[in-house]
């Protein structure tokens, strides 16, 4: 599968942005997917994921904050982003692995990169202060 991300941009801090992954080829129903972000100088770091059966989960630092949804009719996965801070911006990604078997994952490890097998290009957020 395909994963191209889109929605990024320059925004004000307290504001929102609202980022897409869009799926090419198969469908994304049998898929866990995530979003991750890398800020320049930092590693990549866990944003949110939700798993095939719809279940999310974030880190502490952004629950409240980040939605992360999918529609996989639409095959696309969404990241709603508000009460954007500085701290948040960074090249925002989306990874997918797929789960054939419809199992059911443990929360953690839907937070780690090495789940991942696919990942997308990348689409850039800046907040300004």
């Known amino acids: 599968v395909q994963l191209q991300a889109s929605g990024g941009g320059l925004v004000q801090a307290g504001g929102f942005l609202r980022l897409s992954c869009a799926a090419s080829?198969?469908?994304?129903?049998?898929?866990?997917m995530g979003w991750f972000r890398q800020a320049p100088g930092k590693e990549r770091e866990f944003v949110a994921a939700?798993?095939?059966?719809?279940?999310?989960t974030y880190p502490d630092s952004m629950k409240g904050r980040f939605t992360i949804s999918r529609d996989n009719a639409k095959k696309t996965v969404y990241l709603q982003m508000n009460s954007l801070k500085s701290e948040d911006t960074a090249v925002y990604y989306c990874?997918?692995?797929?789960?054939?078997?419809?199992?059911?994952?443990?929360?953690?490890?839907?937070?780690?990169?090495?789940?991942?097998?696919?990942w997308g290009q990348g689409t850039q957020v800046t907040v300004s202060s």
């Open positions: 080829g198969r469908t994304l129903s049998g898929y866990d």
């Open positions: 939700i798993s095939w059966s719809g279940g999310s």
């Open positions: 990874a997918a692995d797929e789960n054939p078997l419809r199992r059911t994952v443990d929360p953690e490890l839907l937070k780690g990169e090495k789940k991942y097998t696919y």
